[in-house]
């Protein structure tokens, strides 16, 4: 983490990695019950390649990226249409919730919606058990009859989080509400009524439109929301920039005009809180300068005209007016960011534009704005312009492709994949840069 960050800001030796942003503990609503041996095959599954799995993010009350919601993969869920035998769909279930340890083991939510068609027994047999650490899983109704306690003991023995499908049940310490296709005022109405019949439940929605809507819900009750975050409701129209962005956007266009150093310095010396966040961001040990900056010249200079770029753009962001959902966002633009950077060498571009690209890829979203008015005081280079607010060009795919991971459809992320080294290749550099983001975003903006 420390070299990448080195590489991204500036020079810098290695050092300790930073600690991960704080978790989102929710607690369960009942307290479970001693755990039950329950009888279940002796084998092991047999390994089988790791699964394609898809990642949504879940953004929650105070507008953070809470942890991802993890659709159940294509190929398990033709193995379960298709009858597969006990051997087979162990196998994929171990590899599934496999993919999904990395985020409950950083002390983000990880959250699997088990189908109809898959008992929560299944989850009980001990080799499937064993995987099973804080993942959340959403289980049907029926998996919280009086007869299943057994199941759920062995369950939450492992410190699983149990939740209910669509509706409060006696025993599940979250509901899961799936809005795909609902209207706001109707799943507004559903968060209500299931925060009055289980007020100590945790809700949680998927499926919205918008991130209108996630944000209407998280205010109406909801503990956390999943859908189009990328997405805006109704249009608006321009808003007047406030100060601080206007004035990030001027230095911007100053380094993507070739300013000299020194007119950058000096514009940034005129504005005491961007100078301090300067400072602040120089003398960060991740960057391993080798003496204390203490004036804003020595921070530009040291820094210099890639990296003063970067951070430029991460002020951008944070000048943003702001928006519930705003931490999240600036956390889901950044991890594009870093999957852009990564596969640059397959797009043949340069990885500080691709960077840029995905940073502002939201920006319509965070203003909110239509795009080409929230990117009209930037002088961006043609084919960003092109991307952005056109959606065509040679870099438009990469946000197709990265809107389609974030919605959990890996069916059209895989055919941009392609150019790009394939589903796999992709899928891993996703990883790696959420992963990143996620290190790293508590960096870049602070909290006021």
């Keep these: 983490m420390s070299a990448w960050l080195s590489r991204l800001f500036g020079r810098g030796g290695d050092t300790a990695a930073p600690p991960a942003p704080p978790a989102t503990r929710l607690p369960v609503a009942s307290a479970p019950r001693a755990a039950t041996r329950l009888p279940a095959s002796t084998a092991a599954p047999p390994a089988v390649p790791p699964l394609p799995v898809a990642r949504r993010p879940l953004i929650d009350r105070e507008g953070r990226l809470a942890g991802f919601e993890f659709p159940l993969p294509e190929l398990l869920q033709r193995r379960l249409s298709q009858g597969a035998d006990d051997t087979v769909l162990g196998a994929h279930l171990s ?59 062995a369950l939450r023995a492992t410190g699983a989080v149990l939740g209910a499908a669509r ?21 507004v109405l559903a968060v209500a009524a299931c925060r009055s019949a289980a007020p100590r439940a945790r809700i949680v929605v998927a499926g919205l439109a918008n991130v209108d809507d996630v944000e209407a819900v998280l205010a109406a009750g909801a503990d956390m929301a999943t859908g189009h975050h990328d ?23 100053q380094v993507l005009q070739d300013a000299e150093l020194s ?82 060498g397959a797009v043949g571009a340069p990885a500080p534009t691709l960077y840029t690209m995905g940073l502002l890829s939201l920006l319509d979203v965070m203003v909110p704005m239509p795009m080409a008015e929230a990117v009209a005081p930037l002088k961006l280079p043609p084919d960003v312009q092109a991307a952005l607010v056109e959606r065509r060009g040679p870099w438009a795919p990469l946000l197709a492709m990265a809107a ?36 790293s975003a508590s960096l870049l903006w602070v909290k006021a």
């Design 95 to 153: 590899a599934w919730i496999a993919a999904t340890r990395p985020v409950a083991e950083s002390g983000r939510v990880a959250l699997l919606a088990l189908p109809s068609t898959l008992s929560s027994q299944w989850l009980a047999r001990p080799a499937l058990l064993s995987q099973l650490k804080n993942q959340w899983l959403v289980l049907q109704a029926d998996a919280f009859d009086e007869g299943r306690a057994p199941t759920l003991d």
């Design 167 to 187: 509706s409060p049940r006696r025993g599940a310490g979250f509901v899961h509400i799936d809005a795909d296709g609902v209207e706001r005022g109707a799943t």
């Design 231 to 253: 997405r805006q409701g109704a249009p608006r129209g321009a808003v007047p920039l406030p100060p601080a962005m206007a004035r990030v956007t001027r230095l911007l266009n």
């Design 263 to 344: 007119e950058i310095a000096a514009e940034l010396r005129s504005d005491v809180s961007l100078s301090y966040e300067l400072l602040r961001h120089a003398n960060s040990p991740l960057l391993g300068l080798q003496r204390r900056v203490e004036a804003t010249d020595q921070a530009v200079m040291l820094l210099g005209r890639d990296s003063i770029y970067r951070w430029l753009c991460a002020r951008l962001l944070a000048a943003l007016p702001g928006r519930a959902a705003a931490r999240a966002l600036q956390e889901i633009a950044l991890a594009r960011a870093l999957l852009f950077e990564r596969l640059a």
């Design 404 to 439: 389609a991971l974030e919605r959990g459809d890996l069916a059209t992320a895989g055919t941009h994949a392609e150019r790009y080294g394939g589903l796999p290749a992709v899928l891993a550099a996703n990883e790696a840069a959420w992963h990143a983001a996620g290190q």
